[in-house]
Structure formats: C-alpha cells, structure tokens
T-cell receptor, first 111, second 116 residues
Framework: SQQGEEDPQALSIQEGENATMNCSYK?????LQWYRQNSGRGLVHLIL?????REKHSGRLRVTLDTSKKSSSLLITASRAADTASYFC???????????FGQGTRLTINP | DGGITQSPKYLFRKEGQNVTLSCEQN?????MYWYRQDPGQGLRLIYY???????QKGDIAEGYSVSREKKESFPLTVTSAQKNPTAFYLC???????????????FGDGTRLSIL
C-alpha cells in the first residue's frame, strides 16, 4: 500500500457543514502537506504542518498531525460550494528530496 | 504574475511517436518535478531535478526522458517505449532551502495526453 492513504475516498455533504478528511502514512516524515485540485486543473498548496507541530490553522482550514499514530486530518469548516474539489495529502519523507502523494479524497459540497 | 506554464493543454500521440511536453516557470525555483496522474488516482513521480543539468528518476521513469538545461525549463519527452501514455501530466516546482527539503510545490495546469 502507499505511503499516504486517504480516507474517505469520496465525501458528499451539504453546504455549511464541516468536512473532515484523514491521511495515514507509514514512515517518518519531515512534514505533511495538504493540496486541493479542482477538476482538470493543477494542485494548489493549502497548508504545511511540520513533524514537531500538532495543529495548524489557515482560515477555515484546520490540520492536525499525530506522529504516534502516523496520521493527519484536514477539517474544512462552514463548507461552500467552491470547496468542491479533490484533496490530497503529501508527505515529505526524512532524507528524501520529494513528496509522496496520497490518492486523494473527492469532496462534493451540495448547495 | 509568477507561475508555471505547461503546454500544450491537450496532446495526441501516434503509435511509435515521441512527444515533448513543455514546462516553464518564472518563480526562480531551483527544483522542478514531473508527475503522472491517472483517473481517480494520486500523483506518481516521473522525474525530478534539484539544480540545472542534474535530474533523478522518480518512481515511474521508464519510457520517459527529461532535460534541465535552464533553470526555468524542464521539458518531458514521452517516448514510444511508454506503452500506456494516456494520462494527465503535471509539472511542479519548489524552492530549495539548504537541508530543509520537501518545500511546498507550485503546479502548472497540466497537459492531457491521449493516443490516436
């Protein structure tokens, strides 16, 4: 299985609700990053959390990192239709010069 | 505005043909990357380059080649040896900050390659 695995694979919620996506990984990391991809477009970097951090906020985004469980979560509060996209976690591995991306969570916000 | 430009947006390849995908950045980033994305899947790393005139194979380099003659440019050639080239190809770049690797990556809007 891959270094980064996301759960759920797809999520559909009503506008205004909160959306939570999870990412698990296997090996030690320098940091963990979350990206958004709108259909047919490139990825956009959302937030980076370092291995010595436990929680980070950016606007309506909240990311947590639990290195003992090798997992991270992305919470989007008060969701909007424009949040409809795929969300990917990417792990920056110790000693590596590259990121490893998960398979993504496809989020649909229903108006 | 700074960014990454990929061209063309759509590309068609005939049997036995090599095709080259362009990637140009004006962000003054040292590192550049090529990824392949298949439907409903994540990104897989093809090649990456940390500095000019140097590049390394990623996880799925077979059937692909790259060059890095200029800091701004990192073209990807999909050769006839790549038997299943139909995919969405994404180019990215990032800063290098000493020993702090794994910087956030900036992406282009991709090239969709199909076989005729």
């Amino acid at each position: 299985s891959q270094q980064g695995e996301e759960d759920p694979q797809a999520l559909s919620i009503q506008e205004g609700e909160n959306a939570t996506m999870n990412c698990s990984y296997k090996t030690s990391i320098n940091n963990l990053q979350w990206y958004r991809q709108n259909s047919g477009r490139g990825l956009v970097h959302l937030i980076l959390i370092r291995s010595n951090e436990r929680e980070k906020h950016s606007g309506r985004l909240r990311v947590t990192l639990d290195t003992s469980k090798k997992s991270s979560s992305l919470l989007i509060t008060a969701s909007r239709a424009a949040d409809t996209a795929s969300y990917f976690c990417a792990t920056g591995l110790q000693g590596a010069q590259k990121l490893v991306f998960g398979q993504g969570t496809r989020l649909t916000i229903n108006p | 505005d700074g960014g990454i430009t990929q061209s063309p947006k759509y590309l068609f390849r005939k049997e036995g043909q090599n095709v080259t995908l362009s990637c140009e950045q004006n962000l003054n980033h040292d590192a550049m990357y090529w990824y392949r994305q298949d439907p409903g899947q994540g990104l897989r790393l093809i090649y990456y380059s940390q500095i000019v005139n140097d590049f390394q194979k990623g996880d799925i380099a077979e059937g692909y080649s790259v060059s890095r003659e200029k800091k701004e440019s990192f073209p990807l050639t999909v050769t006839s040896a790549q038997k299943n080239p139909t995919a969405f190809y994404l180019c990215a770049s990032s800063l290098r900050r000493g020993t702090d690797l794994n910087q956030p990556q900036h992406f282009g809007d991709g090239t969709r390659l199909s076989i005729l």
